[in-house]
């Protein structure tokens, strides 16, 4: 089987109930990133200066040397623009995102964030690129940054985001079992749960949109009017949505030495207020918001079709297009992810096998069905699915003048077809089948050969909901 490892699913269009305390609309969490004093710098080991996030146009790393002007940039994030968003935002539940050898240079913010109450979680060992680390390498950083966090706030961090991360982050992230959250991920407005190697790993989505590091990138914010409209346009819809009841988590990527400065530090003062000034909006810090999930929403183990064998798969499946378990065979080489995880997902690959087939196997799956209140049904010798579907619309339960006419109908319409008639008797109800019927048996044969194979993925389709929603 490929496997394709993306989830493009998600909760799709119903996602669960948040379920905020004290029936929030909406759930605010503002993270401020603290890098400064564990960027790329020859001072920290490292081959070449910083050039990521910064008000240098164009930067550059400079191999093998100090850049000055870079570095005290970096140190008006934490000289200045740590104090000014402390004193505007001490009243708020924030997380910190530190990095460890950046928190143990800053002792004085340390304590600031802890007087204030704020989460503070780990950043990772170093604001650096982890793509080109071995795995080893990763894994031994971030056990560093544990122990190195564990060291300088007095505790083990709860929450991680890497940002410059590798594939391998949340995997080597979740195998320590330390966090019950991990933030490395933009793929949703709520929570959710993976699994690695049997361990359920919450991820709490972070944001690169609603996040000050727009300021310092070429398509992002050239003044603090427009971040400032951009997290009012997102607040706005969220809550929106929320009133209707569909409450989500709006992120805020803040840079203490970039949101730190006056003229970006005033649009952020306008926006918190903004926020407050709407009723039911919940302020949390992530560990807040992941812990709240957790409770409302734990890991659910159930059997995914992407995870079962091949032989698990076609006994779960390959009834699904009547008495054609080829179809779920087939269906099983496809690329199937855990994207197709769900009735949908598994109807896409099934009808890929059908609609792909050569039509004298197609002909195999229509006449494999019964006819409608035929013989079989008489006697008793439909599958499940089929005698359910029928009795659903009272197809046993006929008069025998209405016995007499499908009995008539049937035979009408297969010695002109050649296969049986078809239809998604749920649907429908006796009247409108019999009407279909009638209508039906004037198509010529190519019309009608396409019309019953598509009432025929409308009942695989049927039967899927019925069986992800059992």
């Known amino acids: 089987m490929t496997h394709y490892p993306r989830d493009m699913t998600g909760y799709g269009a119903n996602p669960p109930a948040a379920n905020w305390p004290n029936g929030a609309k909406i759930a605010v969490q503002i993270v401020l990133n603290y890098e400064e004093g564990g960027e790329n710098n020859v001072l920290h080991g490292d081959a070449a ?18 850049h000055w002007n870079m570095e005290s940039i970096y140190e008006y994030g934490s000289r200045a623009g740590f104090w000014r968003v402390h004193r505007m935002l ?39 690129e982890h793509k080109d680390m071995s795995e080893d390498e990763e894994r031994a950083q971030i056990a560093q940054a544990i122990q190195l966090h564990r060291e300088v706030t007095g505790a083990a961090p709860r929450g991680w985001y890497t940002g410059r991360c590798s594939n391998n ?67 706005d819809v969220l809550y929106e949505e ?10 805020i990527g803040l840079h203490c030495r970039l949101i730190g400065r006056p003229g970006r530090a005033a649009a952020l003062r306008r926006v918190i207020e903004h926020f407050k000034s709407h009723e ?37 499946y390959g ?4 008495h054609s378990p080829w179809i779920a065979e087939d269906a099983y080489g496809l690329e199937l992810g855990p994207t197709h995880d769900t009735a949908q997902g598994v109807h896409q690959m099934l009808a890929r096998v059908f609609r792909s087939a050569p039509d004298d196997k197609r002909l195999s799956v229509l006449t494999a069905h019964p006819d409608l209140a035929g013989k079989l049904a008489a006697a008793k010798r439909l599958t499940a699915e089929s005698t359910a579907e029928q009795a659903s619309v009272g197809l046993n339960e006929l008069t025998d003048a209405e016995r ?19 239809i998604a008797v749920r649907d429908n109800n006796k009247a409108s089948i019999m009407d279909a019927f009638k209508r039906r048996i004037e198509n010529d044969r190519p019309a009608e050969f396409e019309e019953a194979c598509r009432q025929v993925e409308r009942i695989a389709e049927l039967r899927l909901l019925e069986k992800f929603a059992a």
């Open 49 to 66: 200066s910083e050039a990521f996030l910064s008000e240098i146009t164009g930067a550059q790393p400079w191999q093998g040397q100090r």
């Open 90 to 128: 001490s009243d708020l539940p924030v997380t910190v995102y530190g990095v460890a050898t950046a928190l143990a240079r800053a002792p004085e913010q340390v304590a600031a964030m802890k007087a204030s109450g704020w989460e503070i979680a780990s950043h990772g060992l170093k604001w650096v």
């Open 169 to 235: 982050t949340i995997r080597l992230a979740a195998e320590t079992g330390q966090f019950d959250y991990v933030a490395d991920s933009y793929a949703d407005d709520l929570p959710y749960w993976m699994n690695f190697d049997g361990r359920d790993q919450q991820i709490v989505p972070y944001t690169m949109d609603c996040n000050d590091m727009r300021f310092a990138i070429q398509a992002g914010f050239t003044n603090g009017g427009q971040f400032e409209s951009y997290l009012k346009d997102s607040f």
């Open 242 to 251: 929320g009133v209707a009841g569909a409450p989500k988590m709006l992120s």
């Open 280 to 316: 039911g909006v919940w302020f949390a810090t992530r560990l807040e918001i992941a812990q709240h999930w957790a409770k409302e929403h734990p890991p659910m183990h159930q059997k995914r079709p992407s995870e079962m064998s091949r032989e698990t798969f076609v006994s779960e």
């Open 319 to 322: 009834g699904i297009f009547e």
């Open 404 to 422: 007499t006419t499908f009995s008539k109908l049937n035979d009408g319409y297969t010695s002109k077809f050649g296969f049986p008639f078809i």
